[in-house]
């Protein structure tokens, strides 16, 4: 059986669930409203106050689709009662980020500053050198620290560049003179 896929799902109080028939999924709190059609194949329903996912049967497809489906409303009520946050540092000399209304401004050592709008429902804060992305959906708000990340990853030389709050880089040594 799958160890994530049989544990029940506590739903708090001020949250609700509500399951629509072809398993779609809507998940109502405190900080919003998310939904999602999960698959088909599993079975959802609402005990008292914790959701179960039951599965059919063994088949290798199935066992997958077990986990992945409770994983994923458990997300959602995450979600809607503390919601996500990413936090992503930008390194090196002259590298900076701003915000200009829901435009985030990056110079970046490049010949033009990178701008980029937040997408619906996220909110970005700049703080000196730290980029937190906050949201309700974990799926949008990791997305959006990688497009940000991308525009210009950390190096491992003198490690410029963008990169999350909790990632190590792997350093390496320069170049030596010749004797």
């Not at 959602?76 to 209304?101: P, R, S």
């Not at 525009?151 to 010749?178: L, N, Q, S, W």
Request: aromatic letters at 4%.
């Amino acid at each position: 059986m799958s160890r994530i896929g049989r544990m029940p799902i506590a739903v708090p109080a001020g949250v609700t669930v509500d399951i629509a028939e072809n398993n779609k999924v809507t998940v109502k709190g405190p900080k919003g409203t998310l939904e999602r059609v999960l698959p088909a194949e599993m079975d959802i329903k609402l005990e008292g106050s914790e959701v179960v996912v039951t599965r059919p049967n063994d088949l290798k497809k199935m066992k997958s689709l077990h986990g992945l489906t409770r994983t994923l409303i458990a997300n959602m009520v995450t979600g809607v009662t503390e919601g996500y946050e990413k936090i992503l540092e930008v390194n090196g000399v002259g590298y900076k980020a701003q915000k200009q209304g829901k435009k985030l401004v990056l110079s970046l050592g490049y010949s033009h500053p990178v701008e980029m709008e937040d997408p619906e429902g996220l909110e970005s804060v700049v703080a000196d050198n730290k980029i937190t992305i906050k949201g309700i959906d974990k799926e949008k708000v990791g997305q959006y620290a990688a497009e940000i990340r991308d525009k210009r990853r950390p190096e491992p030389y003198k490690g410029k560049g963008i990169k999350y709050a909790d990632e190590v880089i792997r350093r390496k040594v320069g170049k030596t003179g010749k004797k």
